[in-house]
């Protein structure tokens, strides 16, 4: 079992990871576009809908976080989800990180601009499922 990750090996750059979620998120519309039109057809009330569209954007980050850390977005800007011992995240800590993500942003953001202040540099959705984001060195 690896250490704990110091403070200075969490991302510190706020800016790279509004990059990787603005790239996630236009790889997020088109699949959310594509699953909205398989099952339209069949099931298009309001709240049922909502719901599945919602589990598939779930899915999107959870598949990603669980298989490898890294979302495409995340992999273009070199940085990582790891548990705050280094370890891949349980499918608890996913479901966790993204409630509490979408919290943050309902918020106008707070819960992200809280890793400015906070001195582990943790966002509240890090906080909350005991999850960073770390920077991948260049190889």
Not at 16 to 27: C, E, N, P, Q, T
Not at 40 to 64: D, K, N, R, S, V
Not at 76 to 104: D, H, P, Y
Request: glycine share 6%; proline share 1%; net charge positive.
């Amino acid at each position: 079992m690896e250490t704990s990750l110091q403070s200075e090996q969490i991302c510190t750059n706020l800016f790279r990871h509004f990059a990787a979620i603005f790239y996630d998120s236009l790889l997020l519309f088109s699949v959310l576009f594509f699953a909205a039109a398989i099952i339209y057809p069949l099931i298009h009330e309001g709240l049922i809908f909502q719901l599945y569209l919602l589990t598939i954007w779930f899915l999107y980050f959870a598949w990603a976080w669980k298989r490898g850390g890294q979302t495409l977005g995340m992999k273009a800007w070199r940085i990582k989800l790891q548990s705050t011992q280094g370890e891949k995240i349980s499918w608890q800590q996913t479901l966790i990180r993204f409630l509490v993500a979408i919290l943050s942003i309902l918020v106008f953001g707070l819960g992200f601009f809280w890793a400015i202040i906070s001195g582990k540099k943790q966002t509240w959705h890090d906080r909350a499922s005991n999850t960073c984001i770390v920077l991948i060195a260049k190889k």
